[in-house]
């Protein structure tokens, strides 16, 4: 093996290094700097893009684009808390559902579009849409609240500029059944009537559901049965109520005819017109039940007292006289019994002007009712007070209340003698309620006495529900004429009821207007021929999911509890009516 010795003299020296300076040197810098500076921009605007990509499909919940046009003029909380009846079922609900907009921009051919479109939603105009298409807004509603099956529809199309941006929707699974008590509320989820619009603000919050006092089983019942009156009688409406004589809560009310608060398009005047709550009536002889209530309890008659009812009364260019006139002496029993006019305007003579004033304010007949609806009507009642209105107001003409402030007069009658405001709201079992007193336990039994005798024996006859203890009272009235004077054909016939009346639960008014007599009722279309029915019917059906049974009206304790003596004539024997 050899080995080869390197000499160094082999090797070939190093080029020389190349050395700039001065303005080249400077400029070689300036280029570094800026492309350090580019690299950092790029980098930077490429770390933004990222970050936003990741933001956009990662953490963005997928959801409708939110319009600039809808923003500024949110200015609540959209998802209105539930209304539900007194044992929770379903009143009123939000539910979320599209609606169909526009962009005109991307719209091609507005008018072969606007026909396309129309053939899954025929209900739209097809010039409204060409115009709506045409034009140089960049939004436009075409129609909101669709369902599923015509959003599909749409959708199928595939018509450009047109899409979905959801909305809530109040629906009302009882539709008509509660309408003029639940109200309804728009578009923009903003109450417009009933306890939507009362308590506009509590529903908006999305609280807890709105528990009102009322039974929807009861409100079926209580509607089928006036409109089955209507029917009959060839009526042009009706009102009813079940209240509880003890709480005052409105259990079942019902104005007829009514509306579909879901079909906003379609609601006439007269059907949203509240016969409750807004109209006032003068309700006939049913007053004669406060009137009745008021004397005795003044003390200046009693139950074994009487007047004569023999002859009519005359006052100026008036003449008051009895539909089922007796012609003789009659005693306050049976004043109340026979509704005797005549008898009811001397009770009323004797109490006075100035406290039977006093005693229809104390009833609340005076002030519109503190009822939970913006529907109310503002009783009418004469000013100044003179001895004429004293004595029609005792048979109920020359005041109008609603009937929803009849019946709360009838609880505070009957259930010992103490007024609670009506209401709409379930009260909370455990509150302590503190009422008014109108009247006094002794008169509040004497009432109720009278009005069981006027279903055993007077005008009710056709209210008594066999086991129930109905006690009530007619009232037929003549509506007043547009042009003053009252109208002999057009009657406000109604019946009012409590229930077990010796001990009672509930009070049921049935009122139908302008019914016509028929064949069944011999032509006449009274109180007694009319409504009584209905509400013997309502007591019957609503009394077991009302928790009331019947009873054997001829047990012992019954009968002394109800019995009443009618006196006589000098020299006759009084008589025991039970």
């Known amino acids: 093996m050899t080995h080869t010795r390197l000499d160094t003299t082999d090797i070939p020296a190093p080029e020389k290094t190349l050395k700039i300076e001065g303005n080249g040197k400077q400029a070689l810098e300036q280029g570094r700097t800026r492309l350090l500076i580019a690299g950092s921009v790029f980098a930077l605007a490429f770390c933004v893009i990222a970050a936003r990509v990741i933001d956009v499909s990662v953490f963005e919940r997928a959801e409708e684009p939110r319009l600039a046009e809808e923003r500024g003029t949110l200015t ?78 749409v959708n199928k199309l595939g018509i450009p500029g047109l899409y979905f941006q959801n909305e809530s929707k109040r629906i009302y699974p009882q539709g008509r059944l509660t309408a003029h008590i639940v ?93 409750a709550t807004l109209g006032v009536y003068e309700m006939g002889s049913t007053f004669k039940i406060f009137n009745t209530a008021m004397a005795l309890d003044y003390g200046t008659t009693t139950m074994h007292n009487g007047y004569d009812a023999s002859k009519p009364i005359r006052i100026a260019r008036f003449t008051i006289n009895d539909d089922h006139a007796k012609n003789r002496w009659l005693s306050v029993p049976e004043i109340f019994m026979y509704s005797s006019n005549i008898g009811s305007v001397k009770m009323a003579m004797d109490v006075g002007g100035e406290r039977q004033k006093g005693f229809m304010k104390k009833l609340g007949f005076l002030d519109t009712s503190a009822i939970e609806l913006p529907e109310r009507g503002r009783p009418l009642s004469p000013n100044p007070w003179r001895p004429i209105n004293t004595m029609t107001i005792s048979f109920g003409h020359g005041i109008a209340v609603s009937p929803v402030q009849l019946a709360n007069g009838v609880s505070s009658i009957v259930n010992g003698g103490v007024r609670h405001p009506a209401t709409l709201l379930r009260r909370d079992t455990t509150e302590m309620l503190v009422g008014e007193r109108v009247v006094s336990e002794k008169t509040s039994q004497a009432m109720r006495r009278l009005l069981r005798l006027v279903v055993e024996k007077g005008t009710g006859r056709n209210a008594n529900a066999k086991g129930y203890l109905v006690g009530g009272k007619t009232g037929t009235a003549e509506k007043p004429g547009r042009g003053g004077g009252y109208q002999r054909k057009a009657l406000l016939s109604s019946f009012v009821a409590a229930f077990p009346v010796n001990d009672p639960q509930y009070v049921v008014l049935a009122m139908v207007d302008e019914p016509k007599g028929n064949k069944s009722s011999y032509g006449y279309a009274t109180g007694g021929w009319v409504a009584a029915p209905a509400v013997k019917r309502i007591v019957e059906r609503a009394a077991p999911m009302l928790n009331v049974t019947p009873v054997d009206e001829e047990a012992p304790e019954i009968r002394r509890s109800l019995m009443v003596k009618i006196p006589q004539t000098k020299g006759k024997k009084a008589l025991a009516s039970f």
Do not use: C
Request: charged share 30%.
């Open 183 to 275: 109200g309804r509320a728009g578009f923009d989820d903003v109450g417009l009537s009933g306890i939507e619009k009362s308590f506009d603000s509590m529903l908006r919050d999305g609280s807890d559901p709105l528990r009102l006092s009322i039974d929807v089983r009861i409100q079926h019942i209580l509607r089928e049965e006036l409109q089955t009156q209507i029917d009959a009688f060839d009526g042009i409406g009706a009102a009813g109520i079940v209240m509880d004589v003890n709480t005052s809560e409105i259990v079942a009310m019902i104005s007829l005819p009514d509306f579909d608060p879901n079909r906003r398009d379609k609601i006439s005047d007269d059907a949203v017109f509240n016969r």
């Open 76 to 153: 609540h909380k959209t998802g209105r808390a539930d209304i539900v009846d007194r044992n929770g079922m379903l009143l009123a609900t939000t539910l979320n559902v599209p609606s169909l907009y526009a962009d005109p921009k991307y719209v091609m051919e507005p008018a072969v579009s606007a026909a396309k479109l129309r053939t899954v939603l025929p209900e739209l105009d097809h010039a409204d849409l060409v115009a709506k298409f045409s034009d140089n807004k960049r939004f436009t509603w075409i129609k909101r609240n669709l369902t599923p099956r015509q959003q599909y529809a």
